[in-house]
């Protein structure tokens, strides 16, 4: 069976990469980093988004906590 594996968009490069994790490229938004599930849990809370799927990181990427982001609201 395949190990599984996630694609994470980090906003900073982490210091040092755990095991079996590797920098792909860097974005306008971050870095991307693909690494296993174990790698995962350790750079869940400096990531910006998760994700399976490197197509969903390339293309238009909704971050993790939308809400949070400074957004004028209102008509224009």
């Known amino acids: 069976m395949r190990q599984k594996k996630r694609y994470i968009l980090l906003k900073n490069f ?3 990469l755990p ?3 590797k920098f792909l490229f860097q974005n306008s ?3 991307i980093v ?3 599930l174990k790698g ?3 750079l869940r809370k400096d990531a910006l988004l998760i ?3 490197i197509w969903k990181l390339k293309d238009h990427p909704k971050l993790l906590y939308p809400r949070t982001d400074k957004r004028k609201s209102g008509m224009k």
């Open 14 to 16: 982490p210091q040092d």
């Open 19 to 21: 095991e079996n994790s």
């Open 29 to 31: 938004l971050g870095y």
């Open 34 to 36: 693909k690494t296993d």
């Open 40 to 42: 995962e849990k350790i």
């Open 51 to 53: 994700s399976g799927s």
